[in-house]
T-cell receptor, first 113, second 114 residues
């Protein structure tokens, strides 16, 4: 079945550091890929998504590229801020039919001033 | 604000009891999803509805049931509650229920079973 594997946290970075959160997936066909973010005390919200190979999703300085050859969708940001402290979830949605979207376990990011 | 509303925000109850969680999707969205988030198991997909019909089922216990009504709001019923059911329950909605859809999450209901 479909699965998403993302790096375990917590990840602690200093402000303005470079961020990478790894995400790899297993799926049949060509899924859509998502990054969701959950700020403390809130529900998840979409950060970015990509629906086909080589697409790059970007939002708020975050980027992720859909890499079919390595089945990866790593999240990157060049310079993190304290306000980026949150839990980040990688997710995939399989094509065809109304199957569930599969979420990774989440990676907690803490940015310190 | 995602446009998805959930009530109540907090719920405290005892083991063996039954509770109902309510969700109103974003205006125009036809599909509703329910998730359970706990510290030890992360975010678990429970069930999905599209326009009143069940579309996909995840790790939903037999003690749990859900439905989506003609006005598209949804309710998640949890019965014979156990301590381990204490968690955050999220509802999400999307336009068509397709797997490239963005899901919009509500603020969650925090259930505490004592």
């Amino acid at each position: 079945g479909d699965s998403v594997t993302q790096m375990e946290g917590p990840v602690t970075l200093s402000e303005e550091a470079f961020l990478t959160i790894n995400c790899t997936y297993t799926a049949t066909g060509y899924p859509s890929l998502f990054w969701y973010v959950q700020y403390p005390g809130e529900g998840l919200q979409l950060l970015l998504k990509a629906t086909k190979a080589d697409d790059k999703g970007s939002n708020k300085g975050f980027e992720a590229t859909y890499r079919k050859e390595t089945t990866s969708f790593h999240l990157e940001k060049g310079s993190v801020q304290v306000s980026d402290s949150a839990v980040y979830f990688c997710a995939l949605g399989s094509r065809g039919g109304y199957q569930k979207v599969t979420f990774g376990t989440g990676t907690k990011l803490q940015v310190i001033p | 604000d995602s446009g998805v509303t959930q009530t109540p925000k907090h719920l405290i109850t005892a083991t063996g009891q039954r509770v109902t969680l309510r969700c109103s999707p974003r205006s125009g969205d036809l599909s509703v999803y329910w998730y359970q988030q706990s510290l030890d198991q992360g975010l678990q997909f429970l069930i999905q509805y599209y326009n009143g019909e069940e579309r996909a089922k995840g790790n939903i216990l037999e003690r749990f049931s859900a439905q989506q009504f003609p006005d598209l709001h949804s309710e998640l019923n949890l019965s014979s509650l156990e301590l381990g059911d204490s968690a955050l329950y999220f509802c999400a909605s999307s336009l068509s229920g397709g797997n490239s859809d963005t899901q919009y999450f509500g603020p969650g209901t925090r259930l505490t079973v004592l």
